[in-house]
């Protein structure tokens, strides 16, 4: 499905256009301009600049009675965590799905970036699982979100090739640990800040067609299951490669560490290496860099992604 870097652009990496900042933002709104279509590469840095932070005060506000109780310090750890019991697990899973995928993020990143594409002919490629995008406004059909969705759960046995919708069910969880909505109907913690730290027995979801335990829909290990949905995006995407491969593309890297760089970081820098009429952005606090030979044709830009998305 995906391409992997060719070996001899491995050589040394730079910083690409290295103007000062606002010449560097100047360049990159000439592509915004002039480019045939955009493609959007989103990790997890974009949705951390647009408020979703996995520790600190956030944390502790929705989950400080599991940091109490169990030591843990934040989110992503926390979704590791060996619970006693599935109704516990569940009152975890339940907070940490609603809080990140239904809840839109406290800032307009998703909004402003939407805004600078919404007139091109775009596509998202996103290894993030927290349904910004479309919360946001973005074409359901412009996205491929390759790591799954925070929204779908599915069975443990991955012989069940099917994903569940997880609204409803996570609505129900979050009102039996006690979880009030407020006047916009977003759950609240109530006012005198007590919560369960279990949900009932008969709220643990089942698959409805193996009736096995259900999990979410992450790619964790190899039980990932990869759906008729999922397939149908990964059709679009290389339908959209396939129509733009000689274009002017602007490829379009947002907060992109290396921890899967061969979904997004990789194929941005080989296509942009074999299409001599794109170009490659990158915004990234602390990794904005690609290989020399492409330098010509990219800005990397070492900031923050809320901050640059506001100045374009």
């Given at each position: ?9 491995m ?65 992503y ?11 516990t697990?569940w ?28 007139d ?42 099917t ?19 407020d ?13 369960k ?26 039980t ?89």
């Amino acid at each position: 499905m995906f391409r992997f870097l060719n070996t001899d652009m491995m050589g040394r990496l730079s910083q690409g256009q290295t103007q000062d900042r606002d010449r560097q933002i100047e360049i990159l709104k000439e592509e915004l301009d002039q480019a045939d279509t955009v493609l959007i590469g989103a990790g997890s840095g974009l949705s951390t600049a647009a408020g979703f932070t996995y520790s600190g005060e956030r944390f502790h506000k929705y989950f400080g009675d599991f940091a109490e109780k169990f030591g843990i310090r934040d989110m992503y750890s926390g979704g590791f965590y060996p619970f006693p019991d599935l109704e516990t697990y569940w009152a975890w899973w339940s907070r940490h799905i609603y809080y990140n995928r239904y809840v839109k993020a406290p800032s307009d990143v998703y909004p402003n970036l939407l805004s600078l594409v919404r007139d091109k002919d775009y596509f998202v490629l996103t290894t993030n699982v927290d349904h910004q995008f479309q919360l946001a406004g973005f074409d359901k059909k412009r996205l491929f979100y390759t790591q799954g969705d925070y929204g779908l759960l599915q069975s443990v046995d991955p012989k069940t090739q099917t994903t569940y919708d997880n609204e409803e069910i996570v609505t129900r969880m979050m009102e039996a640990q006690g979880f009030v909505k407020d006047e916009n109907g977003i759950f609240r913690i109530p006012e005198d800040g007590k919560l369960k730290m279990r949900v009932a027995t008969e709220l643990i979801p089942k698959c409805p067609e193996d009736g096995s335990d259900m999990t979410m829909n992450l790619r964790c290990d190899n039980t990932f299951v990869q759906d008729d949905g999922w397939y149908a995006a990964m059709e679009r995407y290389q339908d959209f490669l396939r129509r733009h491969e000689n274009l002017h593309v602007l490829y379009l890297e947002l907060g992109v560490g290396m921890n899967t760089p061969v979904i997004i970081k990789y194929p941005f820098w080989q296509y942009t290496d074999e299409n001599k009429n794109a170009f490659y952005a990158c915004i990234n606090m602390g990794e904005a860099y690609c290989p020399e030979r492409i330098e010509d044709r990219s800005v990397c830009i070492d900031g923050d992604i809320e901050e640059v998305l506001q100045k374009l």
